[in-house]
């Protein structure tokens, strides 16, 4: 990252899918990559993702979701954003997502889905991309 202050950025795990090795391995490498990293935990509301995004001032939320439930969950994290004037909030998601949800998603204002296997670098460097787009 290019500044002093870190940017930070919320890792959540909404609804009742409470594998989070993968998110917990994200947060470890944003942490050691320089950013400030809140991680929620498992079984989160979309309202508690949110409500914390806004009241900790995150550049960005990175959802993990291994259920199926990716369409519905994110969807009412981007609407609640959206409620609380805070779509500025750059989404992306990551998990078992199949390539055909992919698009619906990003037309809900998720810039990057990552799907298992992806490296971290690339991870890395598409956050940067984006959180660098939005100073």
């Known amino acids: 990252m290019n500044t002093n202050i870190p940017k930070r950025i919320l890792i959540g795990k909404v609804g ?44 960005a939320i990175g959802l993990s979701l291994l259920s199926g439930a990716h369409n519905e969950l994110f969807a009412r994290v981007a609407e609640l954003l959206k409620e609380e004037n805070a779509d500025r909030i750059v989404l992306f998601a990551g998990g078992i997502i199949p390539e055909q949800d992919i698009p619906h998603l990003k037309a809900l204002g998720f810039s990057h889905v990552f799907t298992p296997g992806t490296r971290f670098s690339e991870i890395l460097s598409a956050l940067e991309a984006e959180l660098a787009g939005r100073d």
């Open 16 to 59: 009742l899918d409470g594998h989070d090795r993968g998110a917990k391995f994200i947060v470890r490498a944003l942490r050691n990559a320089g950013y400030d990293v809140i991680y929620t935990g498992i079984r989160r509301t979309p309202e508690q993702i949110v409500r914390t995004a806004v009241d900790e001032d995150v550049a």
